[in-house]
């Protein structure tokens, strides 16, 4: 565990594909630092966190898209390139033997504004009584579940932005 002693590194830059760590040849042997975020954590640009090795992260990035797994954040002036990563969280697996019951259920939970993970057999959102009574009583299996999460963005996302779930 890191000491609280020592600053936290201040993250300021979202790095592009294919750039580098920063100029300091030194972070370039370095493995990069590993930063796990639920779903609704990663909306959160600024604010502290901790890595997984307990390193203090200060995130103070400009507006923007929500952080997505892979995004690679960085100092101002080089320092450790830290990746972030989907924590896993409490989810609810939604199936239908009928996919019309399953584009319904989508539909309905849309119209609630619920975050959701669209798959082409499956939903995935997270834990609510009420909704899985909801989903159970309009005749979809509901399975409980821990895992990454990773919801579609909304629909004024920036389009360049993409998400990077699988979709089987």
Same mark, same amino acid.
């Given at each position: 565990? %890191?000491?609280? @002693?020592?600053? =936290? +590194?201040?993250? *300021? &830059?979202?790095?592009? !594909?294919?750039?580098?760590?920063?100029?300091?040849?030194?972070?370039?042997?370095?493995?990069?630092?590993?930063?796990?975020?639920?779903?609704?954590?990663?909306?959160?640009?600024?604010?502290?966190?901790?890595?997984?090795?307990?390193?203090?992260?200060?995130?103070?990035?400009?507006?923007?898209?929500?952080?997505?797994?892979?995004?690679?954040?960085?100092?101002?002036?080089?320092?450790?390139?830290?990746? %972030?990563?989907? @924590?896993?969280? =409490? +989810?609810?697996? *939604? &199936?239908?033997?009928? !996919?019309?019951?399953?584009?319904?259920?989508?539909?309905?939970?849309?119209?609630?504004?619920?975050?959701?993970?669209?798959?082409?057999?499956?939903?995935?959102?997270?834990?609510?009584?009420?909704?899985?009574?909801?989903?159970?009583?309009?005749?979809?299996?509901?399975?409980?579940?821990?895992?990454?999460?990773?919801?579609?963005?909304?629909?004024?996302?920036?389009?360049?932005?993409?998400?990077?779930?699988?979709?089987?």
């Amino acid at each position: 565990m %890191v000491s609280d @002693a020592i600053a =936290p +590194l201040v993250l *300021v &830059r979202h790095l592009p !594909p294919g750039e580098g760590p920063g100029p300091d040849p030194q972070t370039l042997a370095d493995p990069p630092l590993r930063l796990l975020l639920r779903a609704d954590e990663r909306t959160s640009l600024r604010g502290h966190r901790r890595s997984a090795c307990g390193r203090d992260l200060l995130l103070q990035l400009p507006r923007g898209a929500a952080l997505e797994p892979g995004d690679r954040l960085a100092p101002e002036a080089g320092g450790p390139v830290v990746v %972030v990563a989907a @924590a896993g969280e =409490p +989810l609810m697996v *939604v &199936r239908a033997g009928d !996919p019309l019951a399953l584009l319904q259920a989508a539909y309905h939970l849309g119209n609630r504004h619920v975050a959701m993970e669209l798959h082409r057999d499956e939903l995935r959102l997270g834990v609510d009584n009420v909704l899985e009574d909801l989903l159970r009583h309009r005749g979809l299996t509901v399975e409980r579940t821990v895992g990454p999460f990773l919801p579609e963005p909304g629909a004024y996302e920036p389009a360049g932005h993409a998400h990077s779930h699988r979709h089987p």
